[in-house]
Structures are given as C-alpha cells and as structure tokens.
C-alpha cells in the first residue's frame, strides 16, 4: 500500500536553513530543567516521583559501595564460542545502570559525594574495548577483519545509547567535571561513533532498515551530535544523514500506523524517534518538528490498539504479553496529540531493565501525573496494513479481548505465526502469544525457528502432515474478510501459502467473535476448512496457553484469575492431549507452556472443523 504523504521529513535545505538559524542552547540542554534550582526542587517533591528518586538513590549508595563489574576477555569471548549473551551483556549494562543512579543523584541533589565515583566510571566506560555489544559486532577475527570498521568503530544499538549518555552526562555536569573527562568524552564519541557514522559514505545496514534500529542507533547519535558539535554547518550534514535513516524507520509502518515488530519495539524505536525530535524541535526552536502529520499521529496512538488493560498488551513477534510503556514517552505523546495512552504508571527508576539513559531521565523530566493510570475502554480494530483485528470490551470491570493476525513470515522479528490468536481475560490471555524467547545467537541465525517462541509449533496454529509453518515474504496470508459488527467482528484468512505442503491445495481459517455485555460473555466460533490433493493428509490444531487445560469429553477448559475460557470440538474428529513444555523466556525465565494438541482421528481429502470458545469474565473463577 502507498504510504500516505501527509508529512514528509525535511529536506536537506530546509534541515541546514535551521540548524544554521538556531540560537545557543540553554546551558544542560536538552535536560536544562536539571540545571534550574526551581526546576529540581520541584521534582524532588513530586509525588509520582518519590518512588523513583528514593530508587535513583539508592543506586548511587550501591555504585560508591561496590566495586564496577569488570568486562574481561572471556565474557566477551562466550558470545562467539557458546551463543551466550547474558554473561558479558550483565556487567556491561550494570555499569549504564551506576552511571544514571550516580549522575541524576549528584544533579538533584547536589550529592558531591557521587563525582568521585562518577569520574572513575566514566573513565571506564570509555576505557571499554567496544561500546558494541559481542552480540552486534561480526563474528570471529577473520569477519572482523573483513568488516570495514573495527568493533570500537561499530555503531550498534548500544554504542549509540552510550555516546548519548555521555554527551548528556557532560551536558549537565559541565565544570562539575575534571576537563579531562569533557576532553575524553568528546575524543571517545567522536572517534567511535561521528567518525565510523559521518565521515563515511558507505552507510551501516541499520541506516536503511524499516524497523527499530534505524530509529534509536540515528537518533541517539543525532542527540550527541546536537549536544557536542559546535561547527553548524557539520552538524546541519549529520542531522540529515540521521533524518534519512529515521525515514527509512517511518517504512516499516503501513497507513495503519501498525508496528510489526510489536508493542515493546513500538516503546523503543518509535520512543527514541520521540526522543530525537523533541530535541531537534527544541534546538531548533520549533522549526523543525518531527511528530507532525496524521500518519505520524496514528503510530503514535498504537498503544491505544493493542493495549488491553492492568499493563497488558496484544503481543505479537518479540514483544512481551506484559510490558512497559514508559510514563515520559506516554506522558509527551499524549499532550503533543491529545490523545491519552491507558494504563501509564508512575516513573521507575527501574523501569528499564538496561537503564537506557533516554528512558530514564525522560521518564524523570516529562511525566504528568495527569496522563497515568487513564483507563482502558471498549474498541474495534483493525490494521489493514497488518492484518490484525483486535476487539476490546470492557465488562463489569474486567477486559475481554479477541486478536488474531495474517501478514507474512518474514516481519521484523518475525514468529510463524499466521493465523495465530489471543483470547484475553482481565489481564491475563489464556489463549496466548508466548512473546520472545532468550536471545542468543542461535535465535537470531538459521536456528531461529527451531525455538518454541518462534516457529510455529509454539503459536496457535495446526501442523499440517507434521509440518509447521515456514518463514519468507511469500508465506503470507490473504484476508478474506473483515466484517465489523455491533457486537463483535468476523475475520476470515486464506493461509494456504503459510505451509510448504504441496499436497495441501487450500486452508482457510475464520474467525467469528461475539459479545453479549448483558451475560457478560464472549464467543469465538473458530472454523478451519482444509482440501488435500492426495493423502497423506493429516491435520493436528494446536493451541498455546499459559495455564494447563483441563481435558473432557470434547470440551476443554482453561481457568484464569480473572475469568475461563471453555472450547468445545468435535470428539468424533479429534482426539485430544495436552504437552506441558518448559521454555526460557526473554524477559520472565522458565516458563511452562501447555500446548494442547488435537490430532485428527482419520486422513481425508477435505476436513471441516470448527471449535467454539466460550469466555466468562469474572473474580470468582
């Protein structure tokens, strides 16, 4: 689908026009307010900042108390050996997680205890082998020679997040800090991230990518350019090469304003674009505003889409069922469109369980107490672009929600996932989508879908002769139809070309869902339609939950905290069973996952089969 031109980012021209233009800014920019006395006092007695300062510090007492994590060679090393992550990723993101306890407690407080500390940890940071994580960098020294910059040149997700810190750091410490540290601070970024970035043509993969790396490894090295580069007519050139690459993000949303790499990726990529042009708008003293334009508005309200109460969100591809959306992007995006996002809580200084600087002094500076905890309400849904429907109702206080998707096998962050659904209770999906598993380097390389996570063998979808889904842009699903109703919606996909069977002529799946308030209860009539062009042609539906089922006599039963679910199937044509499975999920650990399993009692040419699934909202279940 074209995508609509409402807004086009600026021009070159019109960018140079106005960094040219723009007058000094303020001393501490962007986060001036933490250089006013008036501004900090305030802050300190926030009510819906209490909890977040008596955190922040906290970690300033734990960073002056304990020794910096060292990084030494064999955890960088076991990323390339074993596929880990974590062990080298813990140390590495504790010590972001000091620098923003120990810098925020020194600049509300005044605490000149921290700077000794401080010092010696910005000093380290920049002593670092790599700002890159082992994960982003190529894999093993023949690669890395091959590689046209060296891993301290690599400008990864996480080399960007910490020349933006620093550049921040510097910014509101100033004369508070040794010249040494500004000098070593300016040196390091500008060789590690300006140099690798600005001074070459040849452009990083993730300057063209349409997903959330374009947006936060450009924005975050547009904020420190903002911050460190004096010679305006350089910095008119950076900040154009980073709107380039924040165009090719705004590509990998349709119309819809859908993001397909899900709600948590929304939170990052679309949160750091936020970031960047509220500094940009800033800096340039309104001349250039990015968050302009109906599209622009659309991406922004997606929260409003997928949310389904108490913290809870459709969760498709890598995102997670329960996630956080941070109370400073919330809190500006909702006065920048007047449009509030439910469910915000107040800051947490450990919000960000990598205490990304961006997160964690926005989360400080722009959340209204106004803007949190607005409810969720009854809404219909659907993302064209997507595929998705979501249909919300709220009942006698509980959430009762339907989703289902089409789309392709090859999204950013892409599950086999077509025709995959959720069915959600006040809280809690007990027909679910498992979200991320453990990111390795097995679950980002060839082995991918071999994870629970992302094949298909972990989402609600039938293995057709023993087969799941396969992955690529042409493993698609085609929508049938889309019928909204006062009561509910219909939604019917053709998902054929999702399974490499070649003796499967056609599958189609619909979805039929219906409300009654007055009950309340929910029904979803979900009808598989299968024709085979030869045997063999065995079918088996499979379908993921959370919670264990309870099997009976064609019935099965799911019992959640706040509600059930009960499906009926035909116990002529299937027999059921239910596989419990632990897995490790990327953000909660060990899981046990129950896949409930119904395999068809004989092959034939063409099979019909429908499963109705009954939801009843209540406390008492």
């Known amino acids: 689908m074209p995508l609509s031109n409402d807004y086009r980012l600026p021009s070159f021209r019109t960018i140079r026009e106005a960094i040219l233009a723009a007058p000094p800014p303020p001393p501490g920019f962007p986060l001036e307010a933490l250089r006013d006395p008036v501004e900090i006092e305030s802050l300190r007695k926030a009510a819906h900042l209490r909890q977040f300062l008596v955190d922040m510090r906290a970690d300033a007492d734990r960073a002056r108390s304990t020794p910096v994590p060292p990084l030494p060679f064999g955890l960088f090393h076991l990323f390339e050996t074993t596929g880990d992550r974590a062990a080298y990723e813990a140390p590495y993101f504790d010590r972001r997680r000091r620098l923003a306890g120990l810098t925020l407690a020194a600049v509300i407080d005044g605490a000149g205890e921290n700077l000794p500390t401080l010092t010696d940890l910005i000093w380290d940071v920049c002593n670092e082998y790599t700002w890159s994580l082992p994960a982003h960098l190529p894999l093993g020294v023949d690669a890395v020679n091959a590689h046209r910059v060296p891993p301290e040149q690599v400008v990864d997700l996480f080399a960007a997040h910490t020349a933006h810190a620093l550049a921040e750091v510097l910014a509101l410490l100033g004369e508070r800090l040794d010249p040494w540290l500004a000098y070593r601070i300016r040196g390091e970024v500008e060789r590690r991230i300006f140099e690798p970035l600005f001074n070459d043509p040849r452009h990083f993969e993730w300057e063209s990518l349409p997903m959330n790396w374009s947006a936060v490894c450009g924005g975050c090295a547009g904020m420190s350019a903002l911050i460190l580069v004096d010679d305006r007519e350089r910095l008119a050139g950076m900040i154009d090469r980073v709107i380039r690459s924040l165009d090719c993000f705004l590509e990998g949303f349709g119309n819809d304003g859908g993001c397909p790499e899900g709600i948590d990726y929304w939170v990052y990529g679309f949160g750091f674009y936020t970031y960047f042009a509220e500094m940009l708008r800033s800096f340039t003293a309104g001349r250039i505003d990015l968050l302009r334009g109906e599209r622009i508005e659309r991406i922004a309200t997606f929260p409003q889409v997928v949310s389904l109460g108490d913290g809870a969100y459709v969760n498709y591809s890598d995102a997670a069922e329960h996630t956080t959306i941070h109370p400073g992007i919330g809190s500006r995006l909702a006065a920048r469109f007047d449009q509030p996002i439910p469910g915000l809580r107040p800051p947490d200084f450990h919000g960000d369980p990598i205490y990304r600087w961006g997160n964690v002094t926005r989360d400080l500076l722009w959340t209204d107490a106004a803007s949190l905890d607005a409810p969720v309400g009854d809404g219909s849904f659907t993302l064209a672009d997507l595929a998705w429907v979501v249909e ?60 629970l996570h992302t094949g298909s063998q972990g989402h609600s979808v039938p293995l057709i002769n023993g087969q799941g889904q396969q992955a690529g842009p042409d493993r698609a699903a085609d929508v049938l139809n889309y019928n909204q109703r006062p009561d509910g919606v219909e939604f019917s996909l053709d998902l054929t070309r999702a399974y490499g069977d070649v003796g499967l002529e056609s599958f189609t799946r619909s979805f039929d869902w219906s409300v009654d308030a007055a009950a309340p209860s929910a029904v979803l009539r979900l009808s598989d339609s299968f024709r085979f062009s030869a045997l063999p042609a065995a079918v088996e539906e499979c379908f993921i939950s959370l919670r264990p089922p309870l099997i009976g006599e064609g019935v099965v039963s799911w019992a959640g905290g706040r509600g059930s679910i009960t499906m009926r199937f035909d116990a002529e044509q299937f027999e059921a069973s239910v596989e419990p499975i632990e897995t490790e999920a990327h953000h909660t650990g060990t899981v046990t996952v129950y896949r409930l399993r119904l395999r068809a009692l004989k092959e034939t040419i063409t099979r019909n089969a429908d499963f109705i699934f009954t939801c009843l909202p209540g406390d008492d279940i």
């Open 392 to 451: 919300r109702r709220v009942m006698d206080g509980v959430t009762v929600a339907f989703s289902a998707k089409g789309g392709h096998n090859d999204e950013p962050h892409n599950h086999n996932d077509l025709g995959h659904f959720i069915l959600h209770l006040g809280g809690e999906s007990l027909l679910a989508d498992l979200g991320a598993g453990v990111y390795t380097r097995q679950y980002f390389g060839p082995e991918r879908y071999e994870s």
